[in-house]
């Protein structure tokens, strides 16, 4: 379970909303909050916004995650380079997947794969001993 990539999750809850669970033909342009500034102008958090600040949060979280550096983090890059394939293939075959909110979230696990593979081989370079 450790080695499960978060944004998989990200994944799977814009598939569910493809699948009309989240409702609606577009359930990520539901509003969820209006708020009212001081400035007289009004704040609006959409699904799609949310769905954002999760993908964010747990983009961090991989990124922390790929610091160690272990045996087990090959099978961590492999299955975020997994995810990210995924990604790349819903958003080239799957029409209800070309918006603009799964390509920041297939942006996303991009760079947590790259970030992943630059964090490990700059590791590993340390690790080389030179004599």
Do not use: C, Q
Request: aromatic share 10%; no cysteine.
């Amino acid at each position: 379970m450790a080695h499960l990539p978060l944004m998989i999750v990200p994944f799977i809850l814009y598939n569910l909303g493809l699948t009309g669970i989240l409702g609606g033909d577009d359930p990520w342009s539901n509003i969820l909050f209006s708020m009212s500034m001081i400035s007289g102008g009004v704040w609006s958090m959409k699904l799609a916004d949310l769905m954002v600040v999760i993908a964010l949060a747990l983009l961090f979280v991989e990124l922390v995650k790929s610091t160690r550096t272990s045996n087990a983090s090959v099978i961590d890059h492999l299955l975020s380079t997994l995810v990210f394939v995924l990604f790349l293939v819903e958003f080239l075959l799957v029409r209800g997947a070309t918006t603009s909110l799964f390509f920041v979230l297939m942006l996303f696990s991009l760079v947590d794969v790259l970030a992943g593979f630059s964090v490990s081989l700059r590791a590993a370079s340390r690790d080389v001993n030179l004599r």
